[in-house]
């Protein structure tokens, strides 16, 4: 099918019919007269390979999409994209699409249905289920984004129930930041002398403009230290590789903040003028040593010291990375290794200053003035995230994603929309995750055939692709320290290959339906209109460009209020001690807190895992283009230490059987030095069971299959690597 | 005229292999088709070890031994020093493929050992290939040795460059900084 559909696309790019048509000699005249033949347009937009939505150029020729192109000006991208910024521009044309709207009809199959049909049946069983039911047993749950428009229409019906998939991810980072610091800072590679990256591969979780200025600070002679179960690609570039026990990275933490205090290289001046809580958090943890850090982490005490002497004497040119995924969802204590960050970071007085962390370059889009209406009131969280007597500290707006299928049971979501999200297959537990069907509707909104809708799905409402649609722009930050700022459009790139529409126009479709007339009053023209008035400049400007930077905004400067420290938290100050936490019992302050699980016997691992360079998480895993490249390179293969392998009889490429209390499976694996002995790696991407995505059908294994469905009590974040898995020799039998 | 060359700082490969993708977007190849590769190798034995990757594709050699085994002259040097492929003439024996020492001659559908052809049609036109274009950590530089004061040219008088299998007489012109 690929190869066909392949060689239709040379027979109609004229452009490409060039290159082995025309005498290879040619001049530049006979190029460009060549050229005039194939018109090529480049349109700027957003990528949308991954969640930092880069700006980039399409190239489209004869109506297709050629290839894709950074856009210098854009912050995340800095003009370079990586693999699956290419490779999903092609996807738009990929076989897994959902290519209209569908309805199941039995347990594995589906029908098409027009557009009027679906918003009529879709619109009628909500209208019934708000009646009978409440409005707060309507749930949105989704991997993040457009929240306007899921709101307007939660806050329409009263439900409190608007969901993301960030507890799999990172929701103890922001849980804690916006307590303790009100806010999230960046790192400035760009001027920063020393750069400490624990648990955090920005060479596998890509942001190509940061990884830019991270080899450029290399060049500069910036030093580079990565702390890592795994010889991680961040670490090809670093000074040095520091392995350490997976699960234990606050023990290490706590090691670097007991030298710092302990020998008096903090900054005493920032701690006494913005910290508060630094007593309490140094009586908890005197005993904590870096000798103590050691023992626990299996770094050497003398490695933990000079680390922590070499950022303090670099600093405030020195910063420990706030980090992402890795260390911020997987543990037990990622709540308190969160803290940890924040503290080590304030020791080092690096909060506000060049090279160290700073605040990102605000700028307030406008937005369309819509009539007020009445709504209801709402409801208590369905998933209990900021709940009293539930998860009284989980971020309610990001909610707790993975525990959906308990809540369908206990009655509490009745209707369930799931937007551009797959958390059969990025969730805990998938077996468990298809009680997601349960509900009463099931909405899945998604671009292709993911194991979600396949399996859950009452109604299949296909997204158009990102190259397909336009949306109303966004503030560029994150990550990446840069005094301007910057924002950025996703404009449509061609017209929609398949009967799809964008989410808004699925939820006029849906809401009229329903009964809600005009709830959105609007065009997305008219929303790109408004978000940029207030900016002085035309929405043509920024159609053209795509991405506009302002000036700069930003100083380093701690952020006060007559002579005082006004960070958005209680204190105005960096607080190491959290109330709330107090409040339900809990320390306030960040202490050493065990691992849940493990490893023990001689084929006993740590389950962990990351992601590999060409690939997302997941939904990238069907991209015949990303998973030619794991072909290649063996991606989809389990790494194992070469010295725990050898031990179990188990060589380079072996079949290994992998097991835990939720799944057995097998899969080949990589022996390695590059690995910790205590875990084994598995790449994020793999283990697709979708039978309607063909490239990515049990292809690898997934993570996700070994571990239940749990919530660490202080951010909700699943603990996805607390877990022990047996590993031995050969298929299952 | 010019005289274009590639240098590779391989240390700063991290092996996205967004290089590989953008050429094949690039020349619309099908997936499994690709004009440039990565080495790894990993060294030593944990806790101390290395993890090295090296971006391979056509050397655009002076000395091609491809050209020498044609045996109907498809393959040539261009006089910019680029080597490529007169698809009308090829007749697809494959000897440039046994005869390259890098391995980097791929069958396309059309029955002809393609490769890199250092984005000939582009270059013309201040271009830069895309594998040069996309690379996160700038890996390559692309460049005219003739011009002084082209980047690769400043560049290679500042570094220390090597060539891979230099044994074999081959004159690549990708050059690689010396670690």
Redesign the interface.
């Known amino acids: 099918m690929?190869?066909i559909s392949?060689?239709t696309?040379?027979k109609a790019?004229a452009l490409?019919g060039?290159?082995?048509s025309l005498?290879?000699?040619?001049n530049?005249g006979d190029?460009t007269k060549a050229a005039e033949l194939a018109p090529v347009t480049r349109i700027p937009t957003m990528c949308n390979g991954c969640s930092s939505t880069c700006s980039k150029y399409v190239y489209v020729k004869n109506g297709r999409v050629?290839?894709?192109?950074?856009n210098p000006i854009d912050l995340k991208s800095?003009?370079?994209?990586?693999?699956r910024?290419?490779?999903m521009?092609?996807d738009v044309y990929g076989l897994g699409r959902v290519t209209q709207p569908m309805k199941r009809v039995d347990d594995n199959s589906f029908e098409p249905i027009s557009w009027p049909q679906a918003f009529e049946e879709i619109g009628d069983k909500l209208y019934k289920i708000i009646n009978e039911s409440g409005g707060n047993s309507v749930m949105w749950l989704g991997h993040g984004g457009k929240e306007h428009y899921a709101n307007t229409f939660l806050d329409e019906i009263g439900s409190s129930n608007y969901v993301t998939h960030y507890a799999t991810c990172f929701s103890s980072k922001t849980n804690v930041w916006d307590r303790m610091v009100g806010t999230t800072l960046n790192s400035d590679f760009d001027n920063a002398d020393y750069m400490l990256f624990v648990g955090r591969n920005f060479?596998g979780g890509?942001i190509?403009?940061a990884?830019?200025r991270i080899?450029?600070a290399k060049e500069r002679g910036a030093k580079i230290v990565v702390v890592d179960p795994r010889?991680c690609?961040?670490?090809?570039?670093a000074d040095e590789?520091v392995?350490i026990r997976p699960g234990t990275d606050l023990a290490f933490f706590l090691g670097i903040a007991h030298t710092l205090i302990s020998e008096k290289l903090y900054v005493r001046s920032f701690i006494a003028n913005y910290v508060y809580g630094f007593e309490e958090f140094w009586s908890a943890n005197k005993d904590f040593t870096a000798d103590k850090a050691a023992e626990i982490t299996g770094i050497p005490a003398d490695k933990i010291r000079e680390i922590a002497r070499d950022m303090a004497l670099n600093a405030p040119k020195a910063f420990l990375d706030s980090g992402y995924h890795g260390l911020h969802a997987h543990y037990a204590n990622s709540t308190q290794i969160a803290m940890m960050n924040v503290v080590v970071n304030a020791l080092l007085g690096n909060m506000f200053k060049v090279g160290g962390l700073m605040p990102g370059a605000s700028i307030s889009l406008g937005h369309v003035e819509t009539p007020a209406r009445e709504t209801p009131e709402k409801g208590p969280r369905a998933d209990g995230a900021g709940v009293e007597e539930e998860y009284p500290t989980v971020e309610p707006s990001r909610g707790i994603p993975q525990i959906v299928p308990d809540l369908i049971k206990k009655g509490r979501v009745k209707a369930l929309f799931i937007y551009h999200y797959n958390p059969l297959r990025t969730a805990p537990d998938p077996e468990y995750q298809k009680g997601l069907k349960d509900a009463e509707l099931v909405v899945s909104i998604p671009v292709d055939w993911n194991e979600t809708s396949l399996h859950t799905a009452h109604y299949i409402l296909p997204e158009s692709y990102y190259l397909e649609r336009t949306e109303p722009p966004k503030v560029v930050s994150g990550f990446i320290a840069h005094d301007n700022p910057q924002i950025a459009v996703r404009r449509q790139a061609i017209k929609p290959v398949h009967n799809t529409l964008a989410l808004l126009d699925m939820l006029k479709g849906i809401t009229a339906a329903a009964g809600y007339y005009n709830l959105y009053p609007f065009t997305v023209e008219d929303e790109i209109k408004a978000s940029v008035k207030p900016l002085g400049i035309s929405p043509d400007i920024l159609m053209e460009t795509g991405c506009i930077e302002f000036p700069a905004n930003v100083k380093p400067v701690f952020p006060t209020k007559d002579g005082k420290p006004a960070l958005n938290t209680f204190t105005g100050k960096i607080e190491f001690s959290i109330g709330a936490f107090k409040l339900y019992g809990r320390p306030g302050v960040a202490t050493w807190v065990p691992p849940l699980v493990m490893p023990q016997g001689e084929d006993e691992f740590r389950l962990i895992h990351g992601k590999q360079?060409?690939h997302s998480h997941n939904f990238t895993g069907n991209n015949?283009?990303?998973?030619?490249?794991s072909?290649?390179?063996n991606g989809t293969w389990m790494w194992i230490?070469?010295?725990r392998a050898e031990k179990l009889g188990i060589k380079n490429g072996d079949l290994v059987t992998i097991s835990s209390e939720k799944a057995v499976k097998t899969v080949n694996v990589k022996v390695?030095?590059?690995?910790?002995?205590d875990c084994v790696w598995i790449p994020s991407p793999y283990g697709g069971f979708s039978e309607k995505l063909k490239t990515a059908y049990q292809q690898g294994i997934n993570y996700n299959d070994f571990i239940p469905a749990r919530v660490e009590p202080l951010s909700g974040s699943v603990m996805g690597q607390e877990v022990v898995v047996k590993v031995s020799k050969g298929g299952i039998s | 005229m010019a005289r274009f060359a590639m240098l590779i700082d391989a240390s700063r490969c991290t092996g996205c292999n967004a290089c590989r993708i953008a050429c094949q977007m690039q020349w619309q190849l099908p997936p499994e088709r690709y004009y440039n590769r990565l080495e790894h190798n990993e060294k030593g034995t944990y806790p101390n070890t290395k993890w090295e990757i090296t971006p391979i594709q056509c050397m655009h050699c002076d000395n091609p031994p491809c050209r020498d085994v044609c045996p109907t002259g498809a393959t040539y040097k261009r006089t910019d020093g680029l080597v490529l492929i007169d698809s009308e003439k090829c007749i697809g024996c494959k000897y440039c493929m046994v005869a390259c020492p890098y391995g980097v001659r791929q069958i396309n559908y059309d029955g002809i050992p393609e490769k890199c052809r250092f984005c000939a049609e582009y270059i013309i036109e201040g271009k830069m290939p895309p594998c040069v274009s996309t690379c996160m950590n700038e890996v390559r530089i692309f460049g005219d040795l003739d011009d002084p004061e082209s980047k690769i040219s400043k560049v290679m008088a500042k570094k220390a460059v090597y060539q891979l299998l230099p044994e074999k007489g081959t004159r690549p012109r990708i050059f690689y900084v010396r670690k």
């Open positions: 690929i190869k392949r060689r696309f040379l790019s490409a060039l290159a082995s005498p290879l000699m040619m530049f190029y050629w290839k894709v192109e950074g800095s003009g370079r994209l990586c693999a910024g290419h490779g521009a092609a060479a890509i190509p403009g990884m830019n080899t450029k010889y690609e961040l670490a090809i570039i590789w392995p360079p060409w015949p283009y990303l998973m030619a490249i072909d290649k390179y230490n070469k010295g390695t030095e590059l690995l910790h002995p």
